[in-house]
């Protein structure tokens, strides 16, 4: 067996390996509450949140969920008690978000908010239609500080999506209390079950503290009363499965039509094989690979069929091929989409690079073209010879044009992502329609190994000025330390946890997921960039 060959085994068996524990983390989430609490909500003859989602969408079509790991490492379960994605509902794609009522009964923490967030957020600026399977008993009280100044921008996101005719529906299978019923009240549309749908902004003991008035559930918020007498629902359902349909026929009636450009009709699978993505990521980040290897893998091959033909003679039309060869820039299609790719093809960024990327992303703003960026970049260059080279102002004009850039960009993080290099290769910072990473990825101020050094440096210097004498070897403690937290701390469950990401993905599923969002783009427009801010010359 050649070294090429020995090298790609070991890289898919370490990227299996993380494949398996990615499994198990989204066990966690899929889990919900646990077995005890799925038991008891599905002995009331109720459907779970991704049962819900499954009876919504079309049969056979893809549900692309997005964050599925929110909150990892913190004290909620995985998930923060939401299922958010993408699904399409008589073929229009939606934005859905259901609460999980097996998690606390579906009650919302500070995860619970970022990730509803981010979703409202990926509805705005694709233009879909919203539906929220609600069944929550509003905030998780104990986090109430961290939830309740916040919170108030659900429901003006709620109202601004009405106003910009992107519908909202709201599907009521339980709870809706409090801030909770307020889902309900401001959207456009409201189904809600019978006998089992309860909206109100004080359930009866509550009303008995502040009013002495005694009540019960259904008179006070039952499906029933709100659909007969308040007002405040639009259709009462039979059951669940009835609520489900009557919500697919709500969206059949949308009159709904995308407004961006069309696919070419027909497109050729990649000209290799996406399985062997797994053999590309080196198991030490600082091994450079090829990012035309994955590029191949991932569009469509070259048989593409367009109207002319004329566009497909490569499947990846590099663009200044021998300049700036750290960053492989280029034109392709995916799923029969045009799309710009910007990957590194080695870890570090220099002058050369920074200004093709800038020239690149003006192009694909001329031409109305969203972008693709596949990270693996420790940054830009340092040191004396590049810092008189201007590798600030040519960093600046790289960051200038993904900051002005107004096309639709996708951010894929395949291998390392530190420094400024994140923002250049537009990291969220920068408002990606969607970012992914796999989960070989590492995203942090700079690698662990030279934050510690860095730290040690200082540290020394400190001791020198002072006259004293460094103790290299009871330093050597706080090093492992940093080094060991700065590693964790930029691992790819960490930062899904956190929802700076919309999902930890298999490699081989990165075109599936691309396709999906380059669809979900074309729901709005694609207008590039009239102008850009000044660029240091």
Not at 219 to 228: K, Q, T, V, Y
Not at 400 to 423: C, D, E, R, W
Request: aromatic residues 6%.
């Amino acid at each position: 067996m050649s070294s090429a060959m020995r090298e790609a085994v070991s890289n898919r068996e370490a990227m299996l390996a993380k494949l398996e524990e990615l499994d198990a983390e989204h066990a966690k989430a899929v889990a919900g509450g646990g077995e005890k609490y799925v038991a008891r909500h599905q002995s009331r003859g109720k459907l779970t949140a991704r049962e819900r989602i499954e009876l919504l969408v079309d049969e056979g079509s893809a549900f692309l969920e997005l964050m599925p790991l929110a909150g990892w490492g913190s004290d909620f379960t995985v998930g923060a008690s939401l299922v958010t994605g993408i699904g399409v509902v008589e073929g229009v794609e939606c934005m859905i978000v259901a609460n999980d009522p097996t998690v606390k009964g579906g009650a919302l923490n500070p995860w619970s908010l970022k990730k509803s967030f981010r979703a409202a957020e990926i509805a705005e600026k694709n233009g879909l239609p919203s539906i929220n399977l609600t069944e929550s008993g509003g905030a998780d009280l104990p986090t109430q500080k961290d939830i309740f100044i916040p919170g108030g921008r659900g429901f003006r996101d709620l109202t601004r999506a009405s106003a910009r005719k992107q519908p909202t529906i709201s599907v009521v299978f339980g709870n809706s209390t409090a801030g909770g019923a307020y889902v309900p009240g401001m959207s456009d549309y409201v189904v809600m079950v019978k006998q089992q749908a309860k909206v109100f902004l004080a359930g009866p003991p509550l009303v008995k503290m502040a009013t002495g008035e005694e009540t019960d559930d259904e008179s006070l918020g039952g499906a029933e009363m709100h659909s007969r007498v308040s007002g405040s629902s639009d259709y009462l359902a039979e059951d669940e499965r009835d609520a489900l349909r009557i919500a697919r026929r709500i969206v059949a009636r949308l009159n709904w039509r995308k407004r961006g450009p069309s696919p070419a009709p027909t497109y050729a699978e990649p000209d290799l094989d996406p399985e062997e993505l797994l053999d590309l990521i080196p198991t030490d980040l600082k091994e450079p690979f090829d990012p035309r290897e994955a590029i191949l893998r991932i569009v469509d091959g070259v048989s593409t069929g367009s109207t002319n033909g004329s566009d497909n003679a490569v499947a990846f039309d590099e663009f200044k091929p021998l300049y700036g060869s750290a960053l492989c820039v280029g034109w392709a299609r995916l799923h029969g989409h045009p799309i710009g790719i910007l990957a590194n093809a080695r870890g570090v960024l220099m002058s050369e690079e920074a200004q093709k990327a800038a020239q690149f992303i003006q192009l694909a703003n001329q031409k109305d073209t969203p972008l693709l960026f596949l990270h693996n970049t420790t940054g830009y260059m340092v040191g004396k010879e590049y810092e008189q080279g201007g590798i600030i102002k040519h960093g600046a004009q790289m960051i200038n044009a993904v900051s002005n850039s107004k096309v639709p960009h996708l951010t894929v993080i395949m291998g390392a992502s530190y420094g400024a290099g994140n923002y250049g290769m537009n990291g969220r910072a920068y408002d990606p329609r969607f970012l992914f990473t796999w989960p070989s990825a590492k995203s942090a101020v700079m690698g662990p190994a030279q934050l510690a050094g860095v730290m040690e440096i200082v540290a020394r210097q400190s001791a020198e000025s002072k006259g004293q004498p460094f103790d290299a070897e009871g330093f050597q403690g706080i090093k492992d330390m940093v080094e060991s937290m700065v590693e964790e701390q930029s691992l790819p469950y960490f930062l899904s946890g956190m929802v700076y990401d919309d999902g930890v993905i298999d490699p081989r599923d990165t075109r599936t997921v691309l396709g999906i969002c380059l669809s979900v783009i074309a729901n709005q427009p694609i207008e590039g960039a009239m102008n850009f801010g000044v660029f240091r010359l």
